[in-house]
């Protein structure tokens, strides 16, 4: 080691070791359990996991190991190897050593394999096949306790099983920073437990049922549905947000059973969040749509597919004819795979002739900032000398990025400036918190740079300008709040970007696979493989045959141009407007407004009741495809299980609709779609379905695009500051991870973890108001008024005013105008506690 | 001579008794050990003995098994224990007898009675569910209406006809290795591959225990 040191340079040198009497070349710092493993021999073990670091706990790989000093035995996952070091995995004193570790550990573990979830994929079973005793020798009471206790509402403890290896209670406190379960009492006695009135509440809590090496922690969606053995797996991607970790879709019988972590070096480390690890409870749902419907009088009915598409057919067609092109709108489709969005960018431009088409629905940032600026990976973000965080709350909309950052933090001491309205879960994690008030993001940046602000924030923005100063400094830019408009976020990004030279950004966009529509063009002005609809007219033209002449409309555009009367035919791709838009009474008006809807979902949303013709569509694991994620990164879906009913793919039928209207997309299969987008979309040539099924696509592949299409006549230098109404809170509305959508509303497991709707607001602003923590309080803004709890949150600014977006009867798109810069709010108390208060 | 020399063979075998049956008017008692259509055994106290665990539907060579676990209901438990048998279904076309079930039986609910002849007239009905697989309030097999029954088919339903001991072990002998079973108790122990020597010791209170531990155990 201390010529390594001299030299300096000589970074990597092989270690040589000598594992069962065969020299191996190990890497300097390797632990022991490691090298052997690399070398082909694998050494048993229980506690320790190649993501969290090594405690010793369960002592079963514990091998002779020589250091000089004569063999001794010693747990290979705390042994660094060493030069001339000497280990046995094979002796007779390890062989020993293994069998009584085992032996130990069953004396109180339950011979309940056949009960146990685990049975059948169990390290402890199959270890103790292995290297344990052939036959036990205890014959006294084992130790009880009552079997099994729920310690979150999707994670079951069951103490007697529990072999105490600390790989749980390690995860919850160095991985997921939620150390809300933990060893208690002491020797024999130990177990593992949460604290008191203080559940597992943690978004992370499903890896520890993966990772426990027994069956002590169960997931209860997962409890009693199959055996091991008659699980069939296959890979893909999990597609409940835009992180894009990689997951093992797992079925029995021909339905969806569980979802495992696959571990990727560049995405997610084997980790999963609970949302992505149980939602396919939706895609099994009783409530899915399986057939066709039809709009007679006020019901919808259901009627063969010829029918429904003919009828759509005709009305698309029809409007068109009367109409113009521009009659047409299409809105969704971030739920689409990108060959399924690809087909409908196709169907639209060229079949319906119109540009109005967005995958947003008025709650990300404009397409050609997300498109258009330079971007990082996650490991280039977690790598980077500083990032700034102007966006979401990450750990309620893309939890996998969060642990990924957080690790970067805690363990790699990576820098952090957070921009945002209030606290968030990374607060406590970032070098520096800059607060801006609603609507202001770009009048806080500029004060950052101008050394202005008020003088008690002046330390804070010190800082923050001191860390800009880093080389490589990273974004990561989402839509903070629903109830601001995305302009002031824009201007944000931007001027730090003109003051940061070479500042890369990582979209924080939440939909599942909004990326990939963005880049197959469902957009307007855009055109698959990130161009705009000018840059690559002359290209798709040829290949499409025709392309809409100007720019089309937004979802908010479309949907006021539909509330005036001027859209026809309105297209909901997987879209729930009345749901997910800002602004519900603007989409309520334009959903009424439209000539004709016609509704592309699995489920019966609110939207998708008010449609004329609804077509079913098949969910996730129900096809193959290709999904893109926040970095760009393409990588493949697979299916596992049949589609219910007569529901078909997206992609299928955009090529009915099409054909139904005189016009032909040309695709047979999934696979002919992806070879016209590798031939014809600039950003994803050279990605062949070759390379994303070979073992590089297995973590999938970043599209590395072009990033002129940056367009913005936006002022970057012009400061909005926006009159302060002393009477009124500013709203913030972002998104908690479990809501009112359809995947976690339709997944009886995750449905009652919704908070609900709560308001939450600075006390010192309730104190002010006259209105305390419980009470029942009204939120009126220009547009409506919502009556919810409301409490005291410290964490929420003062001036602001918190409600989570789609929860429960939410109202806070009942509240927001999205033509205003920002939502102003007023609170005022209307009962005590539960009781209302009379007129 | 010839032509009474044919009749020799005639004449010798009309003085032998007689071994040919007038089936199914007549029914021959089966062999110990046959295998026949399954039975669902329950614990003495009415319980189910399955617990749903599958691995009589994963040993299954005929994959013909299929079993779905489901949470016990505390208030009103279906057997012992966390997990019961949900759906248990055995398809009789596919089933080959084997007994591979039987012996992955991790608590002695699959056994097989003698019964084979039973038949179908469509393919649904050859699916057995638990309904019928179970054993009714007497521990003893359902007599289902399209099944012919004797009354030895039913004999000795229980887990002592298991190739190998419940410890998996042949030499096992001389100790009860299984569980009490509603109407049949506790039976007598086993005198595996050593013979007649073994000494039973169990409480064979109930029925047919008394005539099992002896005479039978060398051959399978």
């Known amino acids: 080691m201390t010529d390594i040191a001299e030299n300096g340079t000589e970074a990597v040198r092989g270690v040589a070791v000598t594992l069962n009497g065969r020299v191996i070349d190990a890497q300097p710092g390797e632990l022991v359990i490691n090298a052997a493993e690399r070398a082909g021999v694998y050494i048993p073990r229980f506690c320790h996991h190649p993501r969290m670091q090594p405690v010793g706990m369960c002592r079963m790989c514990i091998v002779e190991i020589d250091t000089g000093r004569g063999p001794a035995l010693l747990p290979s996952c705390m042994i660094p190897v060493a030069e001339g070091m000497v280990v046995e995995t094979e002796s007779p004193v390890t062989r020993k050593a293994q069998d009584g570790v085992l032996e130990f550990l069953l004396v109180n573990h339950p011979l309940d394999c056949p009960v146990c979830d685990k049975g059948g994929e169990c390290p402890l079973q199959d270890q103790t096949v292995a290297f344990g005793p052939g036959e036990s020798r205890f014959v006294e009471e084992k130790r009880h306790h009552e079997k099994p206790i729920a310690i979150s509402d999707v994670v079951q403890l069951d103490r007697e099983r529990c072999i105490l290896c600390d790989r749980c209670t390690r995860f919850a406190k160095t991985v997921a920073g939620d150390p809300l379960i933990s060893f208690v009492n002491r020797g024999n006695e130990t177990e593992v437990n949460t604290f008191p009135d203080h559940p597992f509440a943690s978004y992370f809590s499903g890896n520890t049922v993966q990772i426990c090496p027994v069956g002590a922690l169960t997931a209860t969606p997962y409890r009693f549905k199959a055996r091991p053995w008659d699980l069939d797996q296959v890979e893909s991607t999990c597609t409940s947000c835009s992180v894009g970790c990689r997951v093992a879709v797992e079925s029995s019988s021909n339905q969806l059973v569980r979802y495992l972590g696959v571990d990727v070096d560049a995405v997610n480390w084997g980790w999963l969040c609970d949302k992505g690890r149980f939602d396919f409870e939706a895609v099994n749902s009783e409530n899915r749509l399986a057939r066709p419907l039809a709009r007679q009088g006020d019901d919808l009915v259901e009627v063969s597919w010829s029918d429904a598409l003919t009828k759509a057919a005709s009305a698309l067609g029809g409007a068109k004819e009367r109409h113009g092109s521009s009659s047409i709108a299409v809105v969704g489709g971030a739920r689409l795979t990108n060959e399924e969005a690809y087909a409908w960018s196709k169907l639209a431009r060229s079949v319906l002739g119109t540009d109005s088409v967005d995958a947003q629905m008025g709650d990300g940032l404009p397409s050609d900032v997300v498109l258009g600026l330079p971007r990082a990976t996650i490991d280039e973000t977690c790598a980077a000398g500083t990032v700034v965080l102007l966006g979401p709350d990450l750990k309620e909309e893309l939890p996998i990025l969060y642990l990924r950052l957080r690790d970067a933090v805690v363990n790699h001491g990576l820098n952090v400036i957070e921009i945002s309205a209030s606290q968030t879960s990374m607060t406590r994690y970032a070098a520096v918190s800059l607060r801006y008030r609603p609507g202001e993001a770009a009048v806080l940046v500029q004060e950052l740079f101008e050394h202005a602000g008020d003088v008690d924030v002046q330390a804070d923005l010190g800082r923050a300008r001191a860390l800009l100063e880093a080389n490589n400094v990273v974004c990561v830019l989402g839509r903070p709040s629903v109830a601001e408009r995305a302009d002031s976020v824009v201007q944000a990004a931007l001027r730090l970007r003109s003051r940061v030279p070479g500042m890369r950004f990582l979209s924080a966009l939440r939909r599942a696979n909004i990326h990939g529509a963005l880049d197959m063009g469902l957009s307007p002005g855009m055109l698959p493989g990130r161009v705009s609809l000018e840059e690559g007219r002359e290209v798709f033209t040829e290949a499409w045959g025709q392309l809409p002449g100007s720019v089309g409309l937004d979802t908010a555009g479309v949907l006021r141009a539909a509330a005036e009367g001027r859209i026809q035919a309105l297209i909901l791709v997987g879209a729930d407007p009345l749901a997910d838009f800002p602004d519900r009474d603007l989409a309520r008006r334009g959903v009424a407004g439209a000539g004709f809807v016609l509704a592309v979902d699995c489920f019966a949303t609110d939207s998708v009741r008010q449609a004329d013709v609804v077509l079913p569509a098949v969910s996730y694991a129900e096809k193959a495809g290709t999904t893109t994620n926040i970095e760009g990164r393409v990588s493949r879906l697979h299916q596992k299980v049949t589609a219910p009913g007569t529901t078909r793919p997206d992609w299928m039928i955009a090529c009915d609709l099409a054909e139904r209207l005189g016009g032909d997309l040309g695709f047979e299969t999934a696979e002919a779609i992806w070879d016209e987008i590798e031939r014809l979309a600039p950003a994803h040539s050279g990605l062949t379905a070759q390379r994303l099924a070979s073992s590089e696509g297995l973590e999938g592949i970043v599209a590395a695009g072009p990033s002129s299409i940056l367009e913005t006549t936006m002022d970057v230098t012009a400061t909005a500051t926006l009159p302060v109404d002393g009477y009124s809170l500013r709203l913030v509305s972002t998104r908690k991870l479990y809501d009112n959508g359809t995947l976690v509303q339709q997944s009886p497991s995750l449905a009652p973890l919704a908070p609900g709707e709560v308001v939450r607001a600075n006390p010192a602003d309730l104190d002010r108001l006259g209105v305390a923590s419980n009470d029942r309080v009204r939120v009126a803004s220009s547009r409506g008024a919502v009556v919810a709890p409301v409490e005291a949150d410290a964490a929420v600014a003062r001036g602001t005013v918190l409600l989570a977006f789609n929860q429960s009867g939410s109202g806070a798109a009942d509240l927001i105008d999205v033509s205003l810069p920002v939502t102003e709010v007023r609170v005022e108390t209307v009962g005590i506690g539960d009781r209302e208060v009379s007129g | ?220």
């Open chain 2, 1 to 220: 001579m010839g032509y009474f020399e044919g009749f020799r063979i005639t004449f010798k075998e009309m003085f032998k008794p007689r071994v040919t049956t007038s089936y199914p008017e007549e029914l021959r008692p089966k062999p110990e050990r046959a295998h026949g259509r399954h039975v669902l055994n329950r614990h003495e106290d009415g319980m189910e003995k399955c617990i749903g665990c599958e691995l009589c539907a994963g040993v299954c060579p005929a994959r013909c098994i299929y079993v779905r676990g489901a949470d016990n209901p505390t208030d009103a438990p279906i057997s012992p224990g966390e997990r019961y048998g949900f759906v248990y279904e055995i398809n009789y076309l596919r089933c080959i007898h084997c007994d591979l079930c039987v012996e992955a039986c991790p608590t002695e609910a699959i056994t097989e009675s003698k019964l084979f002849e039973f038949s179908f007239t469509n393919r649904a009905d050859a699916i057995y569910t638990k309904r019928e697989l179970l054993v009714g309030d007497d521990g003893r097999p359902q007599r289902l209406p399209w099944e012919l029954w004797s009354d030895d088919d039913e004999a000795n339903t229980s887990a002592w006809v298991r190739a190998t001991a419940s410890s998996g072990r042949a030499d096992y002998e001389g100790r009860v290795g299984w569980s009490a079973e509603l109407g049949y108790g506790i039976r007598a122990p086993e005198v595996g591959q050593a013979g007649e020597d073994a000494v039973a010791t169990a409480d064979d209170r109930h029925g047919h225990g008394d005539d099992v531990g002896h005479g039978h155990g060398g051959g399978h």
